[in-house]
């Protein structure tokens, strides 16, 4: 089952062979996680990063892109949404706003690879044992996984996009380190107590409340309407309290 992310990893590798470095001045910043990261940008950097979003997208939806007109309906709708994604980053990344690390997306694809189950698709988060489901967030939030793609933008950068209708669409992938994308600017995530508009604008652990403010997410067993109230990120409509993520 894993032929589509073999496919796909193995014409990254080509691409990374073949495509000339148009690395960014920087070089080779600090992604903020203890490793570095090797800064590509412009639209062969672009290109290749789609090419590592494809495999991605392969783990995820259970089929690969290129097989797109043989898949099922919820395939068809899960390629559309990671895609459209990937479209979105590859942008970031051919206007030097963000760094691609082709090294990094390389070790992403083969580390990700065995938490795929044989109907193609990513297992549940609660069908894997504690050890695996720790392996898989650790990849994704300090492993290779979470350093595919870093910002470029301080503080006070610009991230937001106006498609000339009013419109703005703000995306943290753009901010440097651990910055958030706050009304369109790159700043520093705000504390509890702070002004929010949305949970994303507040420090972790924390979710932005009814009141329009930042506020510490609650404790299992403790009561909630919604998931980002909760610390582990569920919040039960039948008894009304944050629960676990597996149960």
């Keep these: 089952m894993n032929r589509p992310v073999s496919f796909a990893l193995g014409v990254f590798i080509l691409f990374s062979a073949c495509m000339p470095d148009d690395s960014g001045p920087e070089g080779t910043p ?3 996680g203890g490793g570095v990261v090797t800064c590509e940008t412009g639209l062969a950097a672009g290109n290749e990063f789609m090419v590592y979003w494809r495999g991605m997208t392969a783990l995820y ?3 690969h892109p290129d097989e ?3 898949a099922t309906a919820e395939q068809g709708l899960c390629l559309s949404i990671y895609l459209g994604a990937g479209l979105v980053n590859q942008a ?4 030097n706003a963000a760094c691609f690390d082709r090294g990094q997306g390389e070790d992403c694809l083969v580390a990700m690879s ?3 189950g044989d109907d193609g698709f990513f297992r549940d988060d609660c069908d ?3 050890q695996e489901r720790a392996q898989k967030q650790a990849l994704e939030t300090s492993g290779s996984c979470s350093r595919v793609i870093q910002g470029r933008l301080a503080a006070g950068g610009r991230c937001g996009t106006d498609d000339g209708q009013g419109n703005t669409t703000e995306s943290d992938t753009v901010c440097e380190g651990d ?3 706050i009304e369109a600017v790159c700043a520093t995530p705000l504390s509890d107590g702070d002004l929010c508009a949305e949970s994303d604008d507040c420090r972790d652990g924390l979710y932005c409340g009814d009141s329009g403010f930042c506020a510490l997410r609650f404790s299992l067993g403790e009561f909630c309407d919604t998931d980002e109230q909760c610390e582990s990120g569920h919040c039960s409509l039948q ?3 944050c629960v676990a993520q597996c149960q």
């Design 114 to 116: 065995p938490f795929q």
């Design 179 to 181: 910055l958030r994308c």
């Design 128 to 130: 894997l044992s504690d």
């Design 30 to 32: 600090s992604d903020g």
């Design 92 to 95: 970031h990344v051919q206007q």
């Design 239 to 241: 008894s009304e309290a």
């Design 68 to 70: 797109q007109e043989d």
């Design 61 to 63: 939806c259970g089929i």
